[in-house]
């Protein structure tokens, strides 16, 4: 098993690294000023794909259940983040996003009994500052709504993260299923959303739809499973310092692909966040194996500060 972990925080780290392209691929690819029907197109086909893959319904509580998980993670989500990135300035988003170690550190002490040790708080602190670094500008007034949103998604993921460890999966249930349902529950509550503030779905050209066709399954259905795969078999907090990783790709996919600079100081909080995802994954303690019972333990820009804060919008 001990051999098998760092494969299992690789796997589990594509997640944020295939997130990490979604901003580009939005602006790229998409059409403009769509950012629920974005969350909409990602979600519900990918929650469909998935669940007809693993073929398998909840039962009993975990009706439920999967409505929660998938209202945190993914329903409720994609909406706030949405909303904090269009309303606060560049970055700020991301900066309160990257508080998410920090926060599930207490959450995961309250609910799972994984008392965080001081290396965990300062890892926290140092990932949340390094990603500062890379993102934040400090033109712009700060919008209340705006940061309200912002702190709203980051305790929505951070509790659906824990949460998803503390219930693990009902017996016979793998993370595909899982996966499935939680997608599925958060692009159904999505949706009514999405029609009422933004209107009947745009025309998709052969761009929009390959643009789509990707967040659907590699940005979506395919990252999500490692997500909470990874969520299963490690704890709470080792998954969530995988985080930054998130707006780091996207500052190299900008640097690299759209050929937007990195000033010394980005690079420099691009080491701190890089080393703090590390640290957070060494010395941590083992592969929880997840419990099946009740309550069985088991995440038109175009400069590179707006690219990594478009990465935060999973």
């Known amino acids: 098993m001990a051999s098998s972990r760092p494969a299992l925080i690789a796997l589990t780290a594509l997640a944020p690294v295939s997130w990490g392209t979604t901003y580009a691929v939005t602006t790229e690819f998409l059409p403009a ?14 929650g ?6 693993a073929r398998v319904l909840p039962r009993g509580a975990w009706w439920w259940k999967a409505a929660v998980l998938g209202a945190l993670n993914i329903g409720a989500f994609f909406p706030l983040l949405f909303l904090s990135a269009y309303r606060l300035p560049g970055g700020m988003a991301a900066v309160v996003g990257s508080a998410g170690p920090l926060l599930v550190a207490g959450l995961a002490a309250l609910l799972l009994g994984q008392r965080p040790t001081p290396r965990t708080l300062l890892t926290g602190a140092v990932a949340a500052f390094g990603v500062s670094l890379v993102v934040l500008r400090a033109a712009g ?6 940061l309200l949103a912002a702190l709203a998604a980051t305790v929505s993921m951070s509790t659906g993260t824990v949460l998803t460890q503390r219930w693990g999966r009902p017996p016979g249930v793998g993370p595909l299923a899982l996966t499935g349902w939680q997608l599925t529950a958060g692009g159904l509550l999505i949706a009514p959303v999405a029609f009422l503030a933004e209107g009947a779905p745009p025309a998709l050209d052969a761009r929009a739809a390959g643009g789509y066709l990707y967040l659907a399954v590699a940005n979506t259905a395919v990252a999500y499973w490692l997500w909470f795969r990874g969520i299963g078999r490690l ?7 995988l985080g930054p990783l998130s707006p780091l790709t996207a500052a190299v996919i900008g640097w690299a692909a759209l050929g937007q600079a990195l000033t010394a100081v980005q690079l420099v909080g691009m080491g701190l ?17 997840p419990r099946t019972f009740s309550f069985s333990e088991k995440s038109r820009r175009k400069d590179s500060t707006d690219l990594t804060e478009g990465a935060l919008r999973r």
Do not use: E, K, N, S
């Open 33 to 46: 000023d769509r950012p629920l029907f974005t969350g909409l197109m990602r979600a519900l086909p990918a």
């Open 48 to 53: 469909l794909l998935l669940l007809a893959l």
């Open 141 to 146: 007034a700060l919008d209340a709504l705006g």
């Open 235 to 241: 704890t709470a907090t080792q998954v969530t310092f």
């Open 273 to 289: 966040a890089f080393g703090a995802t590390v640290a957070g994954q060494i010395g941590g303690r083992g592969a929880a194996a």
